[in-house]
C-alpha cells in the first residue's frame, strides 16, 4: 500500500484489476485505492507475474502493508506470505502512533522552510514512507502542483535525463495516467519536478510518439469519468452501521484536531449584492461561456484582499508564524462521503472567468472523487459557500494550520436603509473564523473591510 497522497495513512482497496497469474509489467495499473481525498490508482512497481493477492476488495490497509506479491513465475514467495500476516500488526501499530504523534498536524500539509524575500512556492508536504515489506515499492512522493502561467519567473529547476539502468524514471500518479493515455515512454522524459520527479507539466510539454497508442488513449479519454458510486442507507430494521470511508475518517480526525486547540472568534459582516448581481446579469447575455457566481466572485474578492493583507494570508507554524506572498484560496466542496477542499492557486493572479471555469472543473473532479494531491493541497486561506442551500448565516472551522475561513451565506432580497430611505437590496451575510494567535481583531475586521470592498465594487476586480 503506497502513500498516494501527502496526508494518506491507510487506504482502501476498492478493486482489483489484475487477477492471480496475469503477467504485469511496471507502470500497469495493479488496482484503485480510495485515500483520505480520492479514488486513485495502485501501480507495479516491477515486471512478472501476480503470484499472490493477500488483500481483498475492501480491506483497509496502513501505509506500507503488503497487498500483492509481483514475482518470476517459478520464483519461491513462501517466506513473503508467511511474513505478510506477521507484519500486518506491526504496520498497523505504527500507523496508530504516527497519528496519535501528528494530532494537531493539518489536512493541508507544512510547507518547506525558505528564507524571506524567497517566491513562496504552493506548499506541500511528502508522504511519510512507512517501512514496507520485501517486493513493496515505497510510497511515492506527491508532486507539487503545477506552477501557474501568470506566476513570476523563478530559477530554472534542475532536470534530470532519463534513466539508463532500466529502472522505472520517479513519476506521480497523475503523471503516469497522462503519459499512459498520450502513449508516452516515461523513460525518454527528463522530470521537471523534485530530484527530477516528472510531474504533469513533463508530460503536457512532450510530443506524442506513437500514433496507434495515442489512438487508443483518445478512445480511452473520450469515455466519461466513472462517478463514485453513492451508497444507499436501507430503511430495513432498527438502524443500520454503515463503516467510515477514508475520507469522512480523515474528516472526523482532522476537525477533531482543529476545533479545540485552535482557539477561534468571529466577525459577521453583511454585503451589499446589488453591483455583483447586476455584473452577474450582464455577462449573462453574452452566452454560456461568461456565465460567473456569486461565489466566484467572492473567491476573487478574498484573493485580493489577502494580497493587501499578507498577516491574514499565513499558516500557525507552533514556534512561528509563515506569511505568504502568493494566495491560494481554498474552495470547500461537498462530496457524496464528506467533504474536500480543492485549491485555486495564484487566484489574485486570475480573473474572474479564469476562477470560474478552474472553480467548475475542479469541482467536478472532487465528486468523482478524481482530484489529485496536487490539486488540493497547499491552500494558505480557504472559503466555504453553503448560500446555494438557503443558509443564510453559518461559521465554517478552520483548517489548520491556515489562521482563517470565511463562510458565505446566500444572497437574498432584504429591506435596508439607504441615505435615509428604505429599499429593498440584494443582501450576502458573511462570517469569519479566526485564529487568534495569528489574527487578531482588528487585522480580520480590516480585511473583511477590504473584501466587503472588493465585492460591493466587482469593476475594482476586473483591473
Not at 31 to 59: F, H, P, Q
Not at 113 to 133: T, W
Not at 431 to 444: E, K, P
Amino acid at each position: 500500500m503506497e502513500a498516494l497522497s501527502p496526508t494518506m495513512e491507510e487506504g482502501r482497496l476498492v478493486k482489483w484489476l489484475k487477477n492471480e497469474g496475469d503477467a504485469v509489467k511496471s507502470g500497469d495499473v495493479l488496482a484503485e485505492v480510495e485515500t483520505d481525498k480520492a479514488v486513485m490508482e495502485l501501480v507495479a512497481r516491477g515486471d512478472g507475474v501476480i503470484r499472490k493477492r493477500i488483500a481483498n476488495e475492501g480491506d483497509a490497509s496502513p501505509v506500507g502493508t503488503l497487498l500483492a506479491v509481483i514475482a518470476a513465475a517459478d520464483e519461491n514467495i513462501d517466506a513473503l506470505i508467511a511474513g505478510a500476516g506477521a507484519a500486518a500488526q506491526p504496520a498497523a501499530n505504527a500507523t496508530v502512533a504516527a497519528t496519535t504523534e501528528n494530532a494537531g498536524a493539518s489536512s493541508v500539509p507544512q510547507v518547506p522552510q525558505q528564507s524571506q524575500g524567497e517566491a513562496s512556492a504552493p506548499p506541500q508536504q511528502k508522504a511519510e514512507q512507512a517501512p514496507a515489506a520485501p517486493a513493496v515499492a515505497a510510497p511515492a512522493q506527491a508532486a507539487p502542483p503545477p506552477p501557474p502561467a501568470q506566476q513570476p519567473p523563478r530559477p530554472a529547476p534542475q532536470r534530470s535525463a532519463p534513466q539508463a539502468d532500466g529502472r522505472r524514471p520517479r513519476s506521480s500518479p497523475l503523471a503516469r495516467r497522462l503519459a499512459s493515455e498520450r502513449g508516452i515512454e516515461l523513460s525518454a522524459i527528463s522530470g521537471s519536478g523534485p530530484g527530477g520527479r516528472i510531474i504533469k507539466k513533463d508530460i503536457e510539454n512532450a510530443p506524442k510518439q506513437a500514433a496507434a497508442p495515442a489512438a487508443a488513449a483518445a478512445s480511452t479519454a473520450a469515455k466519461p469519468a466513472k462517478e463514485a458510486p453513492k451508497r444507499l442507507i436501507s430503511r430495513e430494521g432498527d438502524f443500520q452501521d454503515i463503516p467510515l470511508t477514508q475520507i469522512r475518517k480523515t474528516i472526523a480526525r482532522r476537525l477533531v484536531e482543529s476545533i479545540g486547540p485552535v482557539p477561534t472568534f468571529y466577525l459577521t459582516a453583511e454585503f451589499d449584492a446589488e453591483k455583483a448581481a447586476a455584473l452577474r446579469g450582464e455577462l449573462k447575455e453574452f452566452g454560456d461561456d461568461y456565465k460567473i457566481s456569486f461565489n466566484d466572485i467572492v473567491i476573487k474578492a478574498v484573493a485580493n484582499a489577502l494580497s493587501d493583507h499578507p498577516e491574514v494570508n499565513a499558516h500557525w507554524g507552533g514556534d512561528h508564524i509563515r506569511h505568504f506572498n502568493r494566495v491560494h484560496v481554498g474552495m470547500a466542496v461537498a462530496v457524496e462521503e464528506g467533504l474536500i477542499t480543492p485549491v485555486i492557486f495564484d487566484a489574485d493572479r486570475k480573473t474572474i472567468s479564469q476562477i470560474s471555469a478552474e472553480s467548475k472543473q475542479l469541482a467536478g473532479l472532487a465528486r468523482q472523487r478524481r482530484l489529485t494531491p496536487e490539486q488540493y493541497t497547499g491552500s494558505t486561506f480557504s472559503v466555504s459557500n453553503l448560500g446555494m442551500f438557503g443558509i443564510d448565516q453559518f461559521t465554517a472551522i478552520i483548517n489548520p494550520p491556515e489562521a482563517g475561513i470565511l463562510a458565505i451565506g446566500g444572497v437574498e432580497a432584504k429591506p435596508v436603509v439607504i441615505d435615509g430611505e428604505i429599499e429593498v437590496r440584494q443582501r450576502m451575510r458573511v462570517t469569519m473564523s479566526c485564529d487568534h494567535r495569528v489574527i487578531d481583531g482588528a487585522t480580520g475586521a480590516k480585511f473583511l473591510q477590504a473584501v466587503k470592498l472588493f465585492f460591493e465594487n466587482p469593476l475594482l476586480l476586473m483591473v
